[in-house]
Structures are given as C-alpha cells and as structure tokens.
C-alpha cells in the first residue's frame, strides 16, 4: 500500500504545482470535466482512494492521518453520489471562475499535503 501513498504524494505534487505555477492550464483542464455529460460515475474515485488510504493507514507514521484523509474522500464521494448532477456544473464552474490567487493558495495546501504525507510514511 506504500505504493498507493507515494502516487498520491505525486498525484498532489504535481496538481499543487500546476495549480501554482500554470493555474489558467489548470483552468481549461477543470473545464473539460465540466463538459463531461454524466460526471456521476467519477465519483468512485475518491471512495476508492477513500478505501485505499484506509488499508494504508498501517505504512503511515500517524495512522490518523490517513483515517482522516480516508474519510474526507468517502465523504466527498458519497456526497458527489448523492447531489444533482447540476451542482456538481455548479462547483466546478465556481472552481474556474476562481481568482488566481486562490487558486495558487489551493495549489500551495495541495503541495504542503503532499509533503506532509511524504513525511508520514513509513
């Protein structure tokens, strides 16, 4: 399971630099999901990351770090599971009206979660 944490590790290393150093690159890539006609079956992603961070928790040095971590993508997936399908063009069109320095402060959380997660494993 030490593999799953290092790609997540990546995963939100290179999203958190993205999201600093290209935020209009990652604006058009936010877009593209929102042309996505069903989006709902995206959401098995983040229970499936939320599962795996839980089976992970053992090779973390702070194993509520990963329960944590796990929770919050159950909860993300189940919540994208449950609301309409217009909330979620909503959210995601909020996300590329964003300003650029929010984005670049979204980008700077992602890449210190990165680091802290790499810290964590053990």
Do not use: H
Not at 58 to 79: D, H, P, W
């Amino acid at each position: 399971m030490q593999y799953f944490l290092y790609f997540i590790v990546i995963l939100w290393s290179a999203v958190g630099l993205g999201l600093m150093l290209l935020p209009t690159a990652m604006l058009k890539l936010y877009a593209a999901f929102g042309k996505i006609k069903n989006i709902k079956p995206l959401c098995i992603l983040p229970l499936t990351f939320g599962v795996l961070f839980f089976l992970s928790m053992k090779n973390l040095v702070a194993e509520t770090f990963g329960y944590a971590m796990g929770l919050i993508a159950i909860f993300k997936g189940l919540y994208l599971l449950v609301i309409k399908q217009e909330k979620i063009k909503e959210i995601l069109d909020w996300w590329i009206n964003a300003p650029v320095a929010l984005l670049r402060i979204w980008g700077a959380f992602l890449l210190a979660l990165a680091l802290v997660l790499l810290s964590l494993i053990k």
